[in-house]
């Protein structure tokens, strides 16, 4: 299996709900990855986890919440959004946390209301 | 600190002519360095990679680059454009700590 699975493809969700989203991956990968991607820019990292420890954090605001359960999957928990969060969020992983190939999911596409 | 800046926003060629994105990097270290490409609402695809070893890398799709340290520079090249080839192109530069900096892309055309 060489591919990153996420769920689900698209979310609409109110400025008050609480979702999340999922990435799964079962290449024996041991870092994995959250990007957000507006319309028309690059993919922005927001979290690196490396053998399941949190191991770059780019000063995401504390409404998004990622968690690694096992080696294999990644969630990222949304409390409280804002509008302005709307966009692609983009699952990667890859054999190391080093300089090497990320293979990405298709993405969640999330608007909020 | 690393950056990258891809030269073109858009590029535009007929089918069957020549490709060139263009992509200038800054490293302080030796850089680790990637081309993806970007389907429209799809997730991001390695085309090809350069981690030090030859400096002509080549890749899928018939895709290949240069890296040229002297001018900083890592362009993609690939001799006949196809339809399917039109899309996102993202230049990546990678810390030895694994965080990639992506230059903000080149749209590809290819008219028919």
């Known amino acids: 299996d060489t591919e990153v699975t996420q769920t689900p493809k698209h979310l609409v969700m109110g400025m008050t709900n609480k979702k999340s989203l999922k990435c799964e991956q079962h290449?024996?990968?041991?870092?994995m990855y959250w990007y957000k991607q507006k319309a028309k820019k690059p993919p922005e990292l927001m979290f690196v986890?490396?053998?399941?420890?949190?191991?770059i954090n780019e000063s995401v605001p504390s409404r998004f919440s990622p968690e690694c359960p096992n080696s294999s999957l990644l969630n990222l928990h949304l409390h409280a959004l804002q509008p302005e969060d709307s966009a692609l969020y983009l699952c990667?992983?890859?054999?190391?946390?080093?300089?090497?190939?990320?293979?990405f999911g298709p993405g969640t596409r999330l608007t909020v209301l | 600190a690393q950056s990258v800046t891809q030269l073109d926003s858009h590029v535009s060629v007929s089918e069957g002519t020549p490709v060139l994105l263009r992509c200038n990097y800054s490293?302080?270290?030796?850089?680790?360095l990637f081309w993806y490409v970007q389907h429209p609402n799809k997730g991001l695809q390695l085309l090809l990679k350069?981690?030090?070893?030859?400096?002509l890398v080549k890749g899928i799709n018939g895709f290949e680059a240069e890296f040229k340290k002297s001018e900083t520079s890592f362009h993609l090249t690939k001799p006949s454009a196809h339809m399917s080839d039109a899309a996102e192109y993202f230049c990546?530069?990678?810390?030895?700590?694994?965080?990639?900096?992506f230059g903000d892309g080149t749209t590809l055309t290819v008219k028919p």
């Open positions: 490293s302080s270290y030796s850089p680790s």
């Open positions: 990546v530069v990678s810390s030895l700590a694994g965080k990639s900096t």
């Open positions: 990667a992983s890859s054999h190391g946390g080093g300089p090497v190939e990320q293979f």
């Open positions: 350069y981690t030090s070893a030859a400096t």
């Open positions: 986890y490396s053998y399941e420890k949190l191991s």
């Open positions: 290449m024996g990968h041991r870092a």
